[in-house]
């Protein structure tokens, strides 16, 4: 079934005039009395997202931070995106959870909206972009509006950035605040160091079920692994059943369980390679400073592999996979109706292994 947008994106003429029509609408609702900026003093980022979206936001955020030196900064996001905004900026946060909003995360509560408001920004950035947001900045009172959003929302900004899907994830998130990755001075490009004393971590999950190899073959990588080095699993507490958990310890696979993101960052920092799909974990591992070997099927490394040296990556291309500017197959990464995930299907255990050899040794030969 067709989204509002994609359903308007068919008919371009009644598109322009249903987004004319609510801009106009939205510039009235939001037009209420603001206070002058000598009262408000805040700078709030609204920032709703999952880890790895988080992490991307990062060259952002710090522009933002840096540009309003002095000023006190809220960053708004959910709990699990607070210990690496508050390690990495040292700035407050305010937790909105999944319960301030209705319609599926769609639409900002009256609680939600009320906490905006009493923080009484004066600047207000969102680098959400999506109708979450544009509920959530409803009669924020804020003197400046920046950010993007789908153009229908357009009317609640003072300062609109509109963003298109090409082009690296770090770059949506500055373009949304209206700078370039060359323009940024906090880029947070971490080139990698690999220190062979340390475990090699494997996380088997991602952000939606189509962007993860099995679980079996992960398991049947690190025994392999486990031939020549020490390799374990980390993972979300009960993300794996017990009974499997048993099965795995009796191979001779350890299982770390972590409660929050902050055990998650502390047991990444402890590693020497993280393992994964394309998925959150690999990005925090990146800003760490630990090299990362990635499994991409449905999403394209161009746009969401970490930026710096020593991240590498295997995919098994098929006629479907995307390619050049697509950032994710037709299906939609796979969330709409793929057939057969043959992307990820197709690759082999041997086949991994045979890589991440590879490029081990050449991590290896580099300056210890």
Request: charged content about 25%; glycine content about 6%; aromatic content about 12%.
């Amino acid at each position: 079934m067709l989204g509002y947008y994609d359903f308007l994106k068919q008919f371009p003429l009644f598109k322009s005039i249903v987004i004319w029509t609510f801009t106009k609408i939205l510039k009235t609702i939001n037009k209420t009395p603001r206070k002058s900026n000598h009262e408000r003093v805040n700078v709030v980022i609204i920032s709703l997202h999952k880890l790895g979206d988080t992490v991307f936001t990062f060259p952002a955020v710090g522009e933002i931070i840096r540009r309003n030196e002095g000023k006190k900064i809220i960053i708004i996001c959910y709990e699990n995106s607070r210990a690496l905004y508050e390690k990495y900026f040292r700035v407050a946060t305010e937790i909105l959870t999944h319960d301030n909003f209705i319609l599926n995360d769609r639409i900002a509560g009256y609680h939600a909206r009320k906490k905006i408001k009493q923080l009484e920004p004066a600047i207000l950035f969102d680098i959400t972009g999506v109708m979450t947001s544009a509920t959530l900045i409803i009669n924020s009172g804020a003197s400046r509006i920046i950010g993007t959003n789908r153009d229908l929302f357009q009317g609640l900004y003072t300062e609109f950035y509109p963003t298109d899907e090409i082009q690296h994830s770090t770059d949506i998130y500055l373009k949304a605040i209206g700078l370039k990755f060359t323009d940024c001075y906090c880029k947070y490009e971490v080139d990698a160091k690999y220190d062979r004393t340390k475990i090699i971590l494997i996380h088997p999950f991602a952000g939606w079920k189509s962007k993860e190899w099995d679980i079996n073959k992960f398991i049947e990588l690190s025994l392999e692994l486990n031939k020549v080095y020490k390799s374990a699993f980390i993972i979300l507490a009960g993300s794996i059943e017990h009974e499997k958990i048993i099965d795995m310890n009796r191979k001779g696979i350890s299982v770390i369980s972590c409660y929050s993101t902050e055990e998650l960052m502390n047991e990444l920092d402890k590693c020497s390679i993280l393992i994964s799909n394309d998925t959150g974990p690999i990005q925090i591992a990146a800003i760490l400073g630990k090299p990362t070997f990635s499994i991409y099927g449905p999403t394209n490394p161009s746009f969401h592999l970490p930026r710096g040296k020593n991240h590498k990556f295997i995919s098994y291309n098929i006629k479907c996979s995307p390619r050049g500017n697509e950032k994710i197959c037709y299906t939609n990464g796979g969330k709409k109706g793929c057939p057969s995930f043959e992307c990820l299907n197709l690759l082999s255990v041997d086949d991994v292994y045979k890589s991440f050899r590879m490029y081990l040794t050449g991590l290896e030969n580099e300056p210890y």
